[in-house]
């Protein structure tokens, strides 16, 4: 059905189940299908020849128009607080204050920064940001086929556009919610606005007066991309779901996590840097019907 799923790097906890879900998918077709994605590490690659790719927020963190005090900061929160966003062992209710507490903090000191708007090109081409291998496919078939793609992202929107914008994927089907940074009229960022969206609150709280959900109530089926635990809730806005396939990047920390990924994620891709299985699945759903 779809020899990407024999894949190493795949684990499925109920194999049945999975693959009535992607037999269901495909026979819905692709007029009620919607893929809802994360950015940071699920659609940008988690590492490249052993070194850590950075987040949208990592690309202004370690760029030249941050001040080396500023650069210090922004690690030590980093260090800080990353391990509890990944911790198996804190429930996110637990996790929820603390990273209102890192995403504050980290746009308070990004704030101060004097960052142009005009910079941001530059400062993402600089950047060693990747696209995780088989973009392309992935962005070329959504269009092609008129399915929409809603990125959900706690990441940095303005970077994260700028990233798609660069890799020539960012088509009229590409949605984005995500943090937005605010300029003043000389276009230096002054703060971010609002609703803040965090690790664990891609939900229906920050969605709210986006109207996205509600024009894609007729998109019944989806598949959802996501490498956190967090991002498990990001289509719990749409109003009548009839087939969810929910696939996880396990990237980090794989041992510790494997289980609770398992058990929360319909398909789990362990340390894999490539779209290939969700592009295989969306070839057997798009091209063959
Ligand atoms: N100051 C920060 C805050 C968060 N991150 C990372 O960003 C990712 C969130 O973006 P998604 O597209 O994945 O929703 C998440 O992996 C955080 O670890 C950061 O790097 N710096
Ligand atoms: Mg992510």
Redesign the pocket.
Known sequence: MVPELQKATVRIQQPERVMGIIRSLREQGMNKLQVIS?????LSRFGCNGRRC?????IL?NSRVISEDGKKK?KD??HY??PI??DPNRTPAEKCPLMVE??TK??ELLSQQKIQKGDIAQIVRESDVMLRDGFNELFDQLHKYNVPLFI????VGDI?EEIIRQANVFYSNVNVV?NYMDFDDNGVLMCFKGPL???YN?NNSVLQGTEYFQQLSARTSIILL???M??LTMADGVPSVENILKIGFLNDKVEEQRGKYLDAYDIVLESDETLDVVNGILRYILIET
Do not use: V
Request: net charge negative.
């Open positions: 994360d950015f940071d590490m699920t950075p987040t949208s927020h990592n963190d922004l929160l980093l607080y990353y966003e990944i890192w995403w980290a746009h959900f992202s706690a990441g994260l995500s969206i965090h690790t891609k996501g490498d956190s967090g991002d």
